[in-house]
């Protein structure tokens, strides 16, 4: 077959997708190691067999909705590709709305910051390439998680991030950081999304906290005063549902100046403050 006729073919049949068409561009691209350019120009080239093969596979794991980032190993974030796997969460275009806070900040020029449960390392390496003065350690309890974070900061060199495993802040030593953030799980554990499109291929620890979803940030938001500097900030990503909870805790822990972002579907995602010793 043509690159033509298998993506027409692919396409029809993977209607459960959202996006069809570039799941499929996306899949025949990753087996035949090529941009998208090329599907493109070259529409009329065959497909080998072997290599039509490979990608039927992967259509059929498509289908029944195991995403796209697994399939093909990476995910694009910020102006990142990250390799992602299912030991960590997929990185997603909301969080890049935490990344943008944390840049807008008024913060030391050579600050100290601390990425709570980093995955692939997303958050802490995309500020990284934008702020090289700074100083960030990335912890993730999941040892996968680690190495796999250790990797992406490997691939792009990024020599001021210091990744390494650690229980939330078990493993950090008491000292004053400038800014704090973290996306914590913070799904509540009879949520029924859990079962429901890309998160059922997603590790559960990364996704689920307590009854009502705010276990992990009440944690965060309790012991974070003991880590951060006069004038240092939190910043937290939760749930679309959770912003009041969320800045509820930031004031309860002692945060002034907080305050929730909506992401660009509307729904409040980042919610930070401001401690003074």
Known sequence: MTIAELLQSATAANQLSDSPGLDCELLLCFVLGVDPSYLKTWPERSVSDAKQLEFEALLQRRVVGEPIAYLIGSQGFWSLDLEVSPATLIPRPETELLVEI??????????????????????????????????????????QAVDLAERNRQRYQLENVSVFASDWFAAIAVQQFDLIVSNPPYIEANDPHLSQGDVRFEPASALVSGDDGLNDLRLVCSQSVDYLADGGWLLLEHGFDQGK???????????????TRADLNGCERITFGCYHL
């Open 245 to 259: 909870a969320v800045r509820e805790l930031l004031e309860r822990a002692g945060f002034a100046l907080v305050e």
């Open 102 to 143: 944390a840049l807008d900040l008024t913060l030391p020029e050579q600050a100290k910051m601390l990425d709570l449960g980093t995955g692939t390392g997303a958050i802490a390496l995309a500020l990284a390439t934008e702020r090289s003065h700074w100083e960030i350690f990335a912890v993730d309890l999941q040892q």
